[in-house]
């Protein structure tokens, strides 16, 4: 992911420091920000030449060297106290003005920030993988962070070609919070043995128009980080139902079945692997599709009501960052906002679960008879 960002910061005209303490991360990372701009300058892809932008890029030896820095941004393993720690050294070495991000896909911003003697220049800066292909950025305000940085993020983010998207400070931000269902209410079909793997990704994509199913997304992503990212959205929402990972996540992480990385996860990617066949039936497709949709929508409509971020910034997050058909909440529109709250209700009803709940939005907009875009 450094290197994504360091690629993406070069090519928009930026000089980028890019340091690991790793020295065989860092080479591999030089190594891969050279192929990755040689092959798109070989498909006339790319604004200026390669070597144009590798020149712009520097690979330092020690943290020290980004005394001259403007902006760091921290891309390394999500644990906070390893987090707080690295800032503590970087503010160490940065000047007053130096604004210090962290790529973090669902810690804690105001946790961080509160390592840093000046935590009003700490934000969230988080990029999706991979960084220099995928369009939208999520720019997060902690409860300590100065507003004009914020909106000051935005113009530089969108000067490097990017789509900036402002969140609140709350776990998972804007899409790791409300893609939850997209894998757990997926997982949750298959453990009651209403369909299998195949058939629900094969509905989620013929049906629902989802560039991927669940579990092939799950796959790519890597079983291991889509458990880790679900348990501590879990974990900081205080145990709320609606975030609880699975067993079988747990166990597939625990059988190091990660997915692609690893050669199998919920589908085998060995040279004479076979899967199973899905079952096109049109009815149970509806079925899952409705189900994990009204799921969906329900989350985006509580990061609305919980003022997580705009309707607008929720629906262009969800279609830019991890490529969704249509905006929740313009699809919620769609459907019609009292079909979703029936669909919700129909299912607490079922399963006499918490994790069913409708957000009171949607109730609220029922009696009122409002749609999110009127």
């Known amino acids: 992911m450094g290197s994504g960002i360091a690629q993406v910061a070069a090519t928009a005209g930026n000089k980028v420091i890019l340091f690991d303490s790793n020295t065989e991360v860092q080479d591999q990372a030089q190594e891969l920000i050279s192929k990755m701009l040689n092959k798109l300058e070989d498909k006339g892809r790319l604004e200026g030449s390669a070597e144009e932008i590798t020149k712009r890029i520097t690979y330092a030896d020690d943290i020290a060297e980004f005394k001259s820095c403007d902006l760091i941004i921290e891309a390394i393993v999500e644990n906070l106290q390893i987090k707080k720690n690295v800032f503590e050294e970087i503010e160490s070495v940065v000047s007053d003005t130096c604004i210090i991000a962290s790529n973090t896909s669902s810690l804690s911003i105001a946790s961080i920030a509160a390592a840093c003697k000046n935590p009003q220049r700490v934000m969230g800066i988080h990029f999706f993988n991979p960084a220099p292909l995928m369009p939208l950025v999520e720019i997060i305000s902690a409860v300590q962070t ?154 985006a409509a509580d990061a609305l009501y919980l003022h997580v971020a705009t309707k607008e910034d929720i629906d262009l997050a969800m279609t830019k960052g991890v490529n969704y058909p249509k905006g929740l909440l313009a699809w919620a529109d769609e459907i019609g906002i009292e079909t979703c709250l029936n669909n919700l209700e129909e299912l607490q009803a079922e399963y006499g679960e918490d994790r069913y709940r409708p957000c009171p939005l949607l109730r609220k907009m029922v009696k009122k008879g409002s749609t999110f875009y009127e």
């Open 146 to 299: 100065d507003p004009q940085l914020t909106a000051n993020m935005k113009k530089t983010i969108e000067s490097w070609g990017k789509v900036p998207v402002s969140a609140q400070d709350t776990p998972g931000f804007i899409v790791n919070r409300i893609a939850r269902p997209f894998y757990g209410e997926a997982i949750r079909i298959l453990e009651e043995d209403l369909a299998n793997v195949p058939t629900i990704d094969w509905a989620m994509k013929e049906l629902g128009g989802f560039k991927m199913g669940p579990f092939e997304l799950m796959d790519f992503i890597g079983n291991d980080i889509n458990y880790e990212v679900t348990a501590t959205v879990f974990k900081e929402f205080f145990f709320d139902p609606r975030y609880k990972p699975s067993f079988t996540q747990k166990r597939m992480v625990e059988a190091n079945r990660l997915g692609r990385k690893t050669g199998i996860g919920y589908y085998n990617y060995g040279e004479d692997a076979t899967n199973l066949d899905p079952d096109r039936n049109d009815g149970l497709g509806e079925y899952i599709v409705n189900r994990i949709v009204a799921m969906l929508i329900n989350e």
